[in-house]
């Protein structure tokens, strides 16, 4: 919207009036070029005072940008964007063309922020040019200036204008908009998801998913290669296992064996494990991390006594061997025994 405003007054500014002084075809024919750059300056005067009187109006809202030096503009901490996942790689797009077209064509939004020495400007919508300007003054383009707008907004309009520039770039994550989406129901609406909704035009079912989604703690992120790959759809029923305690410990303990699993395969360069197989692997803990895993106790003479077949939500398969040499009463301590060991992973029949 800014953008169209400073156009159409550039336009009023330009074409209402230079444009009459630089017609080729107007009073060609009418009086002497004195006479005739006369009437033109009297055009251009009358065309300014009449795009300045709509500006005045209110018919049209003067916008104002300035160049800026982006080391003294921060990131918004209350942006969805991760300022500090953004990189070459992720903004070469939007580095190039800034270079193609010989500096920022799209203003960013900021304001004006005080009480910091360093910092005279804090950026609203427009992380990635703030970022994308920052890297190329350090990059062969020092002279280049971060334009941006000015605006005067509190937190709350802060956060709907960046959540509106936000829901159209792919690349933000749903995760990342999730937990901005949580931190702002407790700052700016009091914890009401319904004003919440109202107030941003979301349905109320949707918004709450996004809030359970944010509840997914860092460390089963990190089995996925990357925060962007936990989406809205597959994630929420991973958010919604994390209700069961005894279900969250189990996840939580399969992800940390994901995460390393996916440093290794960074460090040796090969594909990571796609994120419908990190969910998949993840949500089926619930049969517990024992239930392909023989477990066999001996008794006399290292004979089998008791063994597990299976574990599952609906309870555990024992087996009990013949000739085991055992008295009852000890065939009990080891079927006890076995018990401990599969209520220790969390397989046990109190799950």
């Given at each position: 919207?800014?953008?169209?405003?400073?156009?159409?007054?550039?336009?009023?500014?330009?074409?209402?009036?230079?444009?009459?002084?630089?017609?080729?075809?107007?009073?060609?024919?009418?009086?002497?070029?004195?006479?005739?750059?006369?009437?033109?300056?009297?055009?251009?005067?009358?065309?300014?005072?009449?795009?300045?009187?709509?500006?005045?109006?209110?018919?049209?809202?003067?916008?104002?940008?300035?160049?800026?030096?982006?080391?003294?503009?921060?990131?918004?901490?209350?942006?969805?964007?991760?300022?500090?996942?953004?990189?070459?790689?992720?903004?070469?797009?939007?580095?190039?063309?800034?270079?193609?077209?010989?500096?920022?064509?799209?203003?960013?939004?900021?304001?004006?922020?005080?009480?910091?020495?360093?910092?005279?400007?804090?950026?609203?919508?427009?992380?990635?040019?703030?970022?994308?300007?920052?890297?190329?003054?350090?990059?062969?383009?020092?002279?280049?200036?971060?334009?941006?707008?000015?605006?005067?907004?509190?937190?709350?309009?802060?956060?709907?204008?960046?959540?509106?520039?936000?829901?159209?770039?792919?690349?933000?994550?749903?995760?990342?908009?999730?937990?901005?989406?949580?931190?702002?129901?407790?700052?700016?609406?009091?914890?009401?998801?319904?004003?919440?909704?109202?107030?941003?035009?979301?349905?109320?079912?949707?918004l709450s998913k996004m809030i359970k989604v944010a509840t997914i703690p860092d460390s089963v992120v990190a089995a996925f290669a990357s925060p962007a790959d936990v989406q809205l759809k597959p994630a929420y029923p991973l958010a919604q296992a994390f209700s069961d305690p005894k279900r969250a410990?189990?996840?939580?303990?399969?992800?940390?064996?994901?995460?390393?699993?996916?440093?290794?395969?960074?460090?040796?360069?090969?594909?990571?494990?796609?994120?419908?197989?990190?969910?998949?692997?993840?949500?089926?803990?619930?049969?517990?991390?024992?239930?392909?895993?023989?477990?066999?106790?001996?008794?006399?003479?290292?004979?089998?006594?008791?063994?597990?077949?299976?574990?599952?939500?609906?309870?555990?398969?024992?087996?009990?061997?013949?000739?085991?040499?055992?008295?009852?009463?000890?065939?009990?301590?080891?079927?006890?025994?076995?018990?401990?060991?599969?209520?220790?992973?969390?397989?046990?029949?109190?799950?």
């Amino acid at each position: 919207m800014a953008k169209k405003q400073k156009d159409y007054l550039t336009a009023l500014l330009a074409d209402e009036i230079e444009g009459r002084e630089t017609d080729p075809t107007e009073g060609e024919s009418e009086g002497t070029p004195a006479l005739r750059a006369d009437r033109s300056r009297r055009n251009s005067l009358l065309g300014r005072e009449s795009a300045l009187a709509r500006v005045a109006s209110g018919e049209v809202r003067q916008v104002t940008q300035l160049a800026l030096d982006p080391a003294r503009v921060r990131p918004w901490t209350g942006n969805a964007r991760s300022y500090s996942h953004l990189n070459e790689d992720n903004c070469r797009e939007l580095i190039d063309a800034i270079i193609a077209e010989g500096g920022q064509k799209v203003p960013a939004v900021v304001r004006r922020i005080e009480g910091d020495p360093e910092f005279e400007f804090e950026v609203i919508a427009g992380t990635r040019r703030h970022w994308s300007i920052s890297w190329l003054r350090q990059n062969s383009y020092p002279d280049l200036k971060f334009l941006a707008q000015v605006a005067d907004l509190d937190d709350e309009a802060a956060f709907r204008l960046a959540d509106i520039e936000n829901r159209a770039r792919k690349d933000v994550s749903d995760l990342e908009r999730a937990r901005n989406y949580a931190a702002a129901l407790k700052t700016h609406y009091g914890n009401h998801q319904s004003r919440m909704a109202e107030r941003l035009k979301l349905s109320q079912s949707w918004l709450s998913k996004m809030i359970k989604v944010a509840t997914i703690p860092d460390s089963v992120v990190a089995a996925f290669a990357s925060p962007a790959d936990v989406q809205l759809k597959p994630a929420y029923p991973l958010a919604q296992a994390f209700s069961d305690p005894k279900r969250a410990a189990l996840i939580q303990k399969a992800a940390k064996d994901l995460a390393t699993k996916q440093a290794q395969l960074r460090n040796e360069g090969k594909p990571p494990i796609p994120a419908p197989d990190v969910i998949k692997a993840l949500l089926t803990t619930e049969q517990s991390p024992t239930k392909n895993r023989e477990i066999v106790l001996n008794g006399a003479h290292d004979r089998p006594a008791v063994s597990l077949q299976r574990t599952n939500r609906q309870g555990v398969t024992l087996r009990l061997h013949s000739g085991h040499g055992l008295s009852d009463d000890e065939l009990l301590a080891k079927i006890k025994l076995l018990l401990e060991t599969l209520a220790a992973d969390g397989g046990g029949l109190q799950r």
